[in-house]
């Protein structure tokens, strides 16, 4: 690949990725992501995975979980309502943190809040 056309990529992604720091629960899907890029879905989807090493989407649910987790370290808020700021049902949140945390989001803020 060209020196330019890297360039060019890596722009677009770190935009991505720069929108996403800044609305985390943001609900873009990749094909809205690819449109507000000016690109293909398909061609931003490969990019994407060839310069970040995960896929778009999961790198959008990594952000989710982690703005969560963020939230349960330094909020009283439920974890109903971290959940549902984060997208998810309480159950869904509840597994897609275990599965990325390898903890419930219960035991997380317990450790957390006895650690401090």
């Not at 985390?24 to 000016?38: E, N, S, Y």
């Not at 061609?43 to 969560?68: I, P, Q, T």
Request: charged residues 25%.
């Amino acid at each position: 690949m060209k020196l330019s056309t890297i360039n060019h990529w890596e722009k677009k992604i770190q935009l991505d990725i720069s929108l996403s720091h800044d609305d985390p629960f943001g609900q873009r899907d990749l094909k809205t992501v690819a449109a507000l890029l000016q690109e293909s879905t398909d061609n931003f989807s490969h990019k994407f995975v060839d310069m970040c090493g995960e896929s778009y989407m999961h790198f959008a649910k990594r952000r989710r979980l982690e703005a969560g987790a963020g939230y349960l370290r330094h909020s009283d808020y439920s974890i109903r309502t971290i959940s549902e700021l984060c997208g998810y049902t309480n159950a869904g949140f509840s597994k897609a943190f275990r599965e990325l945390f390898n903890d419930s989001p219960t035991s997380f803020r317990n450790r957390i809040h006895h650690s401090q």
